[in-house]
């Protein structure tokens, strides 16, 4: 069972991270180009906050967002702001996501995401902790995949494997970091393609934010996968 009370420690750890990490920076880093193709660095921290928010809305059983134009307008309209004004944003929040997760409330409760993607209230946390930490990853700011915690990087892995199992344009794959195993893709008896590697090298070509260059694929080409 999700123990969504220590996702939410993790969430609070990882954002403190991230915001130590962005505050040894200046108001020029903020308008650079992130790993993200199109996004600045402030694009992605705006998203970072208004996500947080947007997850508010969620537990509240609310629409996570107006409308993804909203979304994106939101983002843009944020994007260039000083970095310290971005950093007390995000921290303010967070906070109102941390204070919105305190409610009693039961965490069994299917609530609804962006395009009609449904979830149980209990991996909401876990959830936000994928997109502080990813994105984190994304700032370039010396934080990499190889940072994250086993803890997480398992779980994520369990998440992205979990995301495309079934997915009618990804062959069945066998996906394997030496110690553990993991199914994905259209469903087969026998995986058309075996893809192995270290845990961060798995997870950044699942979370797609490595290429796979560091990955031994065998019965075909690494599998393109679908867009988070």
């Known amino acids: 069972m999700t123990d969504h009370a220590r996702d939410l420690e993790s969430v609070r750890a990882a954002t403190e991270r991230l915001l130590v990490a962005a505050a040894k920076r200046d108001n020029a ?13 402030g694009h992605v921290l705006a998203h970072l906050a208004r996500n947080a928010d947007a997850l508010v809305n969620v537990l509240r059983g609310q629409l996570m967002y ?6 994106d307008a939101d983002i843009e309209r944020d994007a260039a702001r000083p970095l310290d004004v971005h950093l007390a ?15 009693p409330a039961d965490w069994s409760r299917t609530v609804e995401l962006r395009n009609g993607v449904t979830d149980t ?3 909401v946390p876990f959830r936000r ?6 994105h ?6 010396g934080y990499e995949l190889e940072d994250l915690s086993d803890e997480f ?3 994520e892995t369990d998440f992205l494997t979990d995301r495309f199992a079934g997915h009618p344009d990804v062959p069945a794959t066998a996906v394997s970091d030496g110690t553990r195993a993991w199914r994905t893709g259209r469903a087969a008896d026998t995986p058309e393609v075996t893809v ?17 260059s560091g990955l031994t694929v065998a019965g075909g080409p690494l599998p393109a996968l679908p867009p988070l």
């Open 66 to 71: 107006p409308s993804a134009a909203v979304r």
């Open 136 to 141: 984190h990853v994304d700032l370039g700011s």
């Open 89 to 103: 944003d995000l921290r303010e929040s967070t906070a109102r996501l941390l204070a919105a997760a305190d409610a």
């Open 196 to 212: 192995t590697g270290t845990a961060p090298e798995l997870l950044g070509w699942l979370a797609g934010r490595r290429e796979g």
């Open 129 to 134: 902790w994928i997109e502080v930490e990813l």
């Open 121 to 123: 209230a209990d991996r």
């Open 153 to 155: 990087v398992e779980r």
């Open 29 to 41: 880093w903020v308008t650079e180009s992130s790993r993200l193709p199109g996004w600045s660095h």
